[in-house]
């Protein structure tokens, strides 16, 4: 009997930041799996992008947008029209748009992927623009969507609690991780990144995320600072990544003991990631929400201890592999405290959480992916 042939989708990768975070991870994770597995790929994407989607699936169209689609509100428009323009192009027979929204008049069906629902469940994590664009554009998409991904069990079962959304037509597909990219580090890259941070060789606690409420940074600073304030060799706080809107970062920084020391390096390279997450002594990420926590899966892959938070999915990808705490400030100070002085334990969450990140592939999210366009194609 001929195996039916997988439908030909478009993926739009126009939502991809230059700094390659959170959906750039995903999309740049999924796209390469996908046409490892055999789909029948386009993609539409940033212009800036466009030799970079070429080289990573060469067999693919790949449609470079308008130059303003490098702005939200231009991309949001140009979703409405130029997407559907897009996908004529290149005769797709479904659309993945994967952040979110999607547009209203397709020429084939639409699957997006909603990331996470903390704008309905704690919506005092978010500012007032951004709760009210992933509301409206979460429900549109539950609505009108062929199908929707979400990235962990909680999510999905978040958009049924919240929203009385159909569990038939959400499917589950997990992130995976680049195991090439997010190895064990040696330690020349451990020493590289931690002499650009000018750390040179001392200790450091790592976190590393958008300094924004839900990834409870202020309460990590303080935690930080009351688990090592009487150490002799305290261990430097690390804070990677962009600036969110979170105005408690910096008063919570502004109280440490000067003693003690936060660094604030930014976004870092990307690959400096695994000399960063390998060479902490703990990579701290007590997040208060999460669809799935990326973050958390790299740390692992790369052979760090982590700690982190029961909240919403981290379970799902920490397993027993992590160290877990509280989100206030005492419950991470002395969750934090307790691995710094417990040497076996942050060995024997070295290996575990390594040995779990292998369960966490984009082969197998890709046949998530494919398996859900197929159900879009076929309804």
């Known amino acids: 009997m001929t195996a039916l042939r997988p439908p030909r989708v478009l993926i739009d990768a126009t939502a991809v930041p230059a700094d390659r ?3 750039g991870r995903y999309v740049d994770g999924l796209i390469p799996a996908l046409a490892a597995a055999g789909a029948d790929l386009g993609v539409v994407c ?9 080289r990573m699936v060469p067999n693919a169209r790949v449609v470079g947008g308008p130059a303003a689609i490098v702005h939200r509100p231009g991309r949001l428009a140009w979703e409405q029209t130029g997407l559907a323009l897009a996908a004529q192009q290149v005769g797709a027979q479904v659309i993945h748009s994967p952040y979110y929204s999607m547009p209203l008049h397709a ?6 992927t909603i990331h996470d629902v903390t ?9 007032p623009l951004r709760g009210g664009f992933y509301r409206s554009a979460t429900r549109t998409s539950l609505r009108r969507a062929a199908r929707c991904i979400v990235p962990s069990k909680a999510t999905r079962e978040e958009l049924v609690r919240l929203l009385d959304a159909d569990p038939a037509k959400i499917d589950v597909a997990y992130h995976g991780v680049d195991h090439d990219v997010f ?15 000018g750390l040179h060789g001392r200790p450091y606690v790592a976190f590393l995320g958008n300094l924004e409420r839900r990834k409870n940074v202020p309460n990590l600073v303080r935690g ?5 304030v009487d150490l002799a060799e305290p261990p430097v706080l690390v804070l990677a990544g962009g600036t969110g809107w979170d105005d408690e970062v910096d008063a919570a920084i502004s109280r440490v003991p000067p003693h003690l020391k936060v660094v604030r390096p930014g976004y870092l390279r990307y690959s400096d990631l695994p000399g960063y997450f390998g060479g902490a002594v703990v990579v701290a990420y007590p997040s208060q929400a999460e669809g799935f926590g990326l973050p958390l899966l790299e740390a692992m ?49 070295t290996k575990a ?18 398996m859900t366009y197929a159900r879009a194609a076929g309804e």
């Not at 940033?46 to 070429?54: G, I, L, S």
């Not at 020429?107 to 997006?112: E, G």
């Not at 190895?183 to 941070?197: A, M, Q, T, Y």
């Not at 930080?224 to 090592?228: I, L, Q, S």
């Open 301 to 349: 892959a790369c052979g760090a201890p982590v700690l982190t938070t029961r909240r919403l999915s981290l379970p799902e990808v920490g397993g027993d592999a992590v160290a877990y705490t509280e989100p206030d400030d005492d419950a991470i100070a002395g969750s934090l405290r307790g691995l710094l002085d417990d040497e076996p334990r942050r060995r024997a969450l």
């Open 21 to 23: 975070g959170g959906i």
């Open 353 to 370: 959480g390594f040995v779990r990140s292998q369960e966490f592939t984009w082969a197998t999210s890709a046949e998530a992916h494919m």
């Open 183 to 197: 190895h064990r580090p040696g330690n020349e890259e451990r020493k590289r990144v931690s002499d650009r941070l």
């Open 107 to 112: 020429p084939a069906p639409v699957v997006v």
């Open 46 to 54: 940033q212009r800036a992008d466009t030799e970079r989607y070429a």
């Open 119 to 127: 704008v309905f469940s704690q919506p005092e994590l978010h500012t």
């Open 224 to 228: 930080w600072a009351g688990a090592v």
